[in-house]
């Protein structure tokens, strides 16, 4: 027959896999905010650098041009603001389902424990009744 702690072992053994494959999304997700968010500071630093340089044209057309290139640039850092904001959140979510993951993995281990401390002092209270039933047949009448 065996333990509860060793019945309960496989679910162990699924929880841990769990956490894992939720702190690898987790990390996955970090990644993938990190890399937004630069590709939003190196167009931030393209538009800065591109409104402090003038090319010298004072025509009316090239002005024109200059202005839209650069709400071209301003809608593509509000846009990647947004993919920033989807991103949080998602890395919130991600990181939501790791913390039940690690709480559900660290309960079952405490559970395991506790089970396993029960059988070793139920093992100590069998051999020491053991012991005394030897030592009550030893004793000289």
């Known amino acids: 027959m065996s333990s509860r702690a060793t019945q309960l072992q496989p679910a162990v053994d699924q929880a841990k896999q769990r956490t894992e494959d939720a702190l690898a999304q987790l990390a996955l997700q970090q ?23 003038g090319d010298g044209s004072s025509t009316v057309g090239a002005l024109l041009n200059r202005q839209k290139f650069v709400e ?9 603001n947004n993919e920033i904001v989807r991103l949080q959140r998602l890395l919130d979510q991600v ?18 424990e506790h089970c396993r401390e029960e059988e070793r ?15 009550q047949y030893r004793r000289p009448r």
């Open 121 to 135: 002092k139920a093992a100590d209270r069998h051999e020491q009744a053991e012991m005394d039933e030897r030592m």
């Open 72 to 80: 071209r640039i301003d809608h593509a850092i509000a846009q990647q």
């Open 31 to 53: 990644q993938q905010l990190a890399k937004a968010e630069h590709q939003l500071s190196e167009l931030k630093r393209y538009r800065q650098e591109y409104a402090a340089t």
């Open 95 to 112: 990181r939501g389902r790791w913390h039940q993951a690690h709480a559900r993995e660290s309960a079952l281990d405490s559970v395991i």
